[in-house]
């Protein structure tokens, strides 16, 4: 399985009392952490950290996984959503390609990885989602908005 890490960094959250709070983070681009290195050719995963593309070799019929790592104790990772982008005969993807998602949080921080199937029916699909977060000082929760594109390798 090809992994890799994103870390996310809080630079200013917003309490928006009533709303959601509005979050000014900066996301590292993805560090590939698979146990064993890709073949030649694309990066499985490359992207800045706001827009994540996944990349896997032809013919690769398993998932990866990519975990968000948010190091910093005022915050608590809650989970994310994915728009219910949909296909071009109608079926809402994003809960087909995400389908496992884990939060792990301690007194330090915490990480959400979410595992996406690499459905090849879902090839050149971008996915919109946000990444919810808790201010533990207010309880507020806020939203980091990025996105993931999901292409498959040409070679």
């Not at 009392?17 to 996301?27: E, M, N, R, V």
């Not at 490359?46 to 996984?65: E, F, M």
């Not at 994310?80 to 949909?86: E, G, L, Q, S």
């Amino acid at each position: 399985m090809y992994t890799a890490t994103v870390q996310i960094a809080i630079n200013q959250f917003n309490v928006n009392p009533g709303a959601y709070a509005t979050i000014d983070a900066t996301l590292s681009p993805p560090v590939n952490t698979s146990p064993n290195p890709p073949p030649p050719g694309p990066p499985v995963f490359s992207g800045d950290g706001q827009q994540i593309t996944v990349c896997v070799p032809q013919g690769y019929l398993g998932a990866v996984q990519f975990t968000f790592q948010l190091p910093d104790p005022n915050y608590v990772l809650v989970g994310i959503a994915v728009d219910p982008t949909r296909a071009p005969d109608g079926p809402s993807v994003g809960r087909q390609q995400f389908r496992t998602i884990t939060v792990n949080r301690d007194p330090s921080g915490g990480q959400l990885t979410v595992t996406d199937s690499c459905n090849a029916e879902f090839n050149f699909i971008e996915f919109n989602y946000v990444i919810l977060v808790q201010q533990v000082a207010s309880g507020a929760i806020g939203i980091i908005d990025p996105g993931i594109d999901n292409d498959p390798n040409e070679n």
